[in-house]
Nanobody, 122 residues
Framework: QVQLIESGGGSVQAGGSLKLSCAIS????????MAWFRQTPGKERDFVAG???????FYGDFVKGRYTISRDAAKKTLYLQMNSLKPEDTAVYYC????????????????WGQGTQVTVSS
């Protein structure tokens, strides 16, 4: 009964901010690594940010300090704070989790949210 539910997406102007949330149930935060991916039509799902079960964080090269991934085990929620958004950030954002070590490989994640749309206008 692992379930991931994203929220917080929407439409913003370039330079604006959004905070995505992913409510996760049915897993142990001390054993699962988590990540955010994004995808646009016709393209592969790309790695955005990840956090290991030990709390180490990792980011895609395009982030350049604009995004912050975090989690709150007490609230059973994964977050992605996105600042200084650009039109090229427009995509569907997915949260994901896997039982084990962190990886940026999209094929290694076992559980996925339904996705939330982020649209950045300019």
């Amino acid at each position: 009964q692992v379930q991931l539910i994203e929220s917080g997406g929407g439409s913003v102007q370039a330079g604006g901010s959004l905070k995505l949330s992913c409510a996760i149930s049915g897993i142990s935060f001390s054993k699962y690594s988590m990540a955010w991916f994004r995808q646009t039509p016709g393209k592969e799902r790309d790695f955005v940010a990840g956090i290991s079960f030990s709390g180490l964080t990792f980011y895609g090269d395009f982030v350049k300090g604009r995004y912050t991934i975090s989690r709150d085990a007490a609230k059973k929620t994964l977050y992605l704070q996105m600042n200084s958004l650009k039109p090229e950030d427009t995509a569907v954002y997915y949260c994901a989790a896997r039982d084990g070590v962190w990886t940026a490989d999209v094929t290694q994640y076992d559980h996925w949210g339904q996705g939330t749309q982020v649209t950045v206008s300019s």
